[in-house]
């Protein structure tokens, strides 16, 4: 039983294990309420480096560089701050064509009832504008498409979103 | 103010292996004076995200210097990222911010507080290890050496002429530059880097 309540949450180690199998080496970010644990995570970690931005659209950039010198950055923001980060994601990432994991909590997100909160419900539109594929993460069970979505960055030399469809709890401890 | 070329003759003399990205309309006119081409990035324009992805540069080689020649109307876009440069402490880092007070490229109208905004003040308080302003050409070039051989980050504000664009942008001239794809691919060579 504790199992099985278990895998229904995203554990925020089951990320950080991703983005170590992956060989992540910066996670360009602006921290939010909601993953807060895995912040604390992450900077435990020694072979991880944080960059904190203060708006969005400055960790493509950020990432864009990184990417340059042979790292391997991950790009850690949430839905309101993807959106508003538009023209960046067209310049350095798309237009630069490096691959990229986009890391988006997906505010708002949910699977039961309606989905009240505008947040949510332009997310993916706004990727399908930007023909950026996504992956849908709510539990650790789904881990395996952030590795997927690496591979996929890395083959297409694209940026590629994961959407995290569980910050509201296994992150937020 | 000095003419941006003035600002390229000097520190070319200094400029040594770092790897220089230009932005900007004043910027543009490096190409006339660098003698290491496979060492100058061009990163683009993205609303002013050169200077993040800048940052990325040199966090990424640290034992390499990383010059940036940036343009004020770029880095009033995204102020915070001062912030952030000044928080990761690259040592490799120097930030040359080109005033013109104008957006040079849009028919010269004055960025916002053009004349009496202080980045190099905004800079040292945001957190870099030193900042310096000049508007004077000898005094730059009796400290350029000095500058590009202190620890980074560091930030120097210098007041440039700008050279106005007001012609419609299908019409202007531009000589045929290295495109971004390649500049990336030239430095990666050089510096032996591998991307997966």
Known sequence: MVEQQQAAILRPETMVEEFKKNRVTHVVTIPDSETNYLYEL???????????????????????????GGKVPVVLIQNTGMMESGDS??????DAGFPLVMVVGYRGWTRHGVISDTAARYTEPFLNAFRINYYLVEQDVDAPRISVAFEEARKTKRPVAVLIGDEYHGFNR | ML????VFKVFQKHRGDAIVIPTGTSGRQWMNFTTNEKRDLSLGGAMGHTTGAALGVALSLPSEKVVLFDAEGALLMNLGILATIAGMKPQNFYHILLDNECYATTGGQPVPNAQEIN???IAKEAGYAAAYRFDNLEELERNMDKILNEKGPVFVSIKVIPAIENEPIGM???PATRNRAQTIRELQEELGIRVE
């Open chain 1, 42 to 68: 992450m900077r435990k970690q020694p072979w991880l480096d944080i960059v904190p931005a203060s708006r969005e659209g400055e960790t493509f950039a950020i990432a864009l560089g990184l990417s340059i």
């Open chain 1, 89 to 94: 994601i067209r310049g350095m990432a798309l």
């Open chain 2, 3 to 6: 003419e941006a070329a003035e």
């Open chain 2, 119 to 121: 980045y190099a003040g």
């Open chain 2, 172 to 174: 202007r001239q531009r």
